[in-house]
């Protein structure tokens, strides 16, 4: 998947997050909580302000509420326009009513935080920066102008200046941080949540092709006996044919094709038995094969390898060699010349560490390597104006890895270039003992 791809299904399933039932639930518990509070600073402590159009202004919710219930289907997914204009609404409404009832000494003012965490949490940046302005205007106005509330002794209820100015820069503060900080913890999420899918369809489709290869395997058995009696026969024919030439042609087409068919069986063959009847295979097998899509690609894949470290046996599990084929196909697409693959193992670990000698991780991308969606690894992509991305692929490759008991470093070597150092508790990867065949007893006469 594209940077750009990626972006654009960002943007994509970003949209339509927010039901219209949801931000109706959210307005009835306003309006309960509005006219609660009205009732009970006009009715219980005995407060003067114009409560007859405060409640005036709760209606206006109240008939929005039915409005949209008879209008629209509750269960619908609103659009980012229709969520925008939705939540306007209400920073209107809640501003309005706190002008009515003494602007910031008002101790609910806060709640004018509420549409724009909203806001932040389901709708795009360029949305929830422009409620927040919005918001931010009508708490200064209300700064500045509102009316004022009254105790019963008819004195008005006035916080001193330095407490109101307090409580306005608290509000802007906790506006801008709330909606910048649930905005960005929401798009982290839902990157991990479309990056994990994604990993998830990807480990699907190898085992797909781990079981289509055993298939294939039995396919290739199953017609291997026909495919020699059809050769057999064809044999027969042509030699009792051989003064008829017509036919004899005829005949030997048919010998032809049943060696074509015996070949393309035989390669189909040996590819469904390494991958679903060989569940075992020496290390170096296994990295030889994930660098096989890339080692024709105009750079040279260099493998350093101990024969008496990768010759031991691991298991072929479909999420190691696929992770490690993203990584070695990472390490292709930013090299100059060559690629380095090499391989050891200890009592207790096994170690792989892919190495190319391109520009390396740039130090802004090296602490943030294996996030989701993460743009281009450096340099190299201004003069590659054709590379795909790799945040997407590498967070896969991690991800599976790390599933396989992996423990992955990235890092710049120090003769230049990116390095990915992989180490593997040798029992995690390596086949069990147990598994093996048992050697040969001599039989006792």
């Given at each position: 998947m594209t940077t750009e791809e990626a972006g654009l299904f960002r943007r994509r399933t970003r949209s339509g997050w927010v039901r219209l039932r949801t931000l109706i639930l959210l307005r009835w518990l306003a309006i309960a909580g509005q006219t609660a509070a009205i009732a009970v600073a006009d009715l219980w402590f005995g407060m003067q302000f114009n409560a007859a159009l405060a409640y005036l202004v709760v209606a206006a919710s109240v008939l929005a509420n039915v409005v949209a219930v008879l209008t629209v289907p509750v269960g619908r997914r609103l659009t980012e326009f229709e969520a925008m204009l939705t939540l306007l609404f209400d920073i209107v409404q809640l501003g309005f009513l706190l002008h009515l009832t003494g602007g910031l000494n008002n101790p609910f003012a806060m709640l004018i935080l509420a549409p724009v965490t909203i806001s932040a949490t389901a709708l795009h940046l360029r949305t929830t920066v422009s409620l927040g302005l919005v918001a931010l205007a009508l708490v200064t106005l209300n700064a500045l102008f509102h009316q004022p509330m009254r105790l019963p002794t008819g004195e008005p209820l006035e916080l001193p200046p330095l407490?109101?100015?307090?409580?306005?820069?608290?509000?802007v503060i906790g506006i801008v941080f709330l909606g910048l900080y649930t905005h960005r913890v929401a798009s982290e999420i839902h990157a991990m949540s479309q990056a994990l899918l994604a990993t998830q369809m990807a480990l699907a489709r190898e085992q797909k092709l781990t079981d289509l290869g055993g298939v294939v395997a039995a396919a290739a058995h199953e017609l291997g006996t026909p495919l020699a009696t059809i050769k057999l026969v064809s044999n027969e024919l042509a030699d009792e044919l051989a003064e008829r030439p017509e036919l004899r042609a005829d005949a030997e087409l048919i010998r032809e094709q049943a060696d074509r068919c015996r070949d393309i069986m035989r390669s189909m063959g040996r590819a469904g038995k390494a991958d679903s009847h060989l569940r075992r295979a020496p290390l170096e097998t296994l990295l030889r094969e994930a660098a096989e899509p890339h080692a024709g690609r105009g750079k040279h894949v260099v493998f350093t390898l101990d024969p008496q470290d990768t010759s031991i046996s691991v298991q072929r599990r479909p999420e190691v060699i696929h992770g490690l084929r993203n990584l070695i196909q990472n390490a292709v697409d930013f090299a100059c010349d060559a690629v380095e693959i090499a391989a050891k193992a200890d009592a207790e670990t096994i170690t792989v560490q892919i190495r190319d000698d391109g520009p390396g991780f740039?130090?802004?991308?090296?602490?943030?390597?294996?996030?989701?969606?993460?743009?281009?690894?450096?340099?190299?992509?201004a003069q590659r104006a054709g590379y795909e991305g790799m945040g997407l692929g590498l967070f896969i490759a991690k991800t599976l890895l790390e599933r396989s008991g992996a423990r992955i470093e990235f890092a710049n070597a120090a003769e230049g270039g990116a390095q990915v150092t992989l180490s593997w508790p040798r029992d995690r990867l390596e086949t069990a003992r147990g598994g093996e065949l048992a050697p040969n007893q001599a039989l006792e006469a």
């Open positions: 407490f109101e100015l307090g409580h306005w820069l608290a509000i740039s130090p802004q991308v090296l602490a943030r390597i294996g996030d989701p969606f993460m743009r281009a690894r450096g340099p190299a992509d």
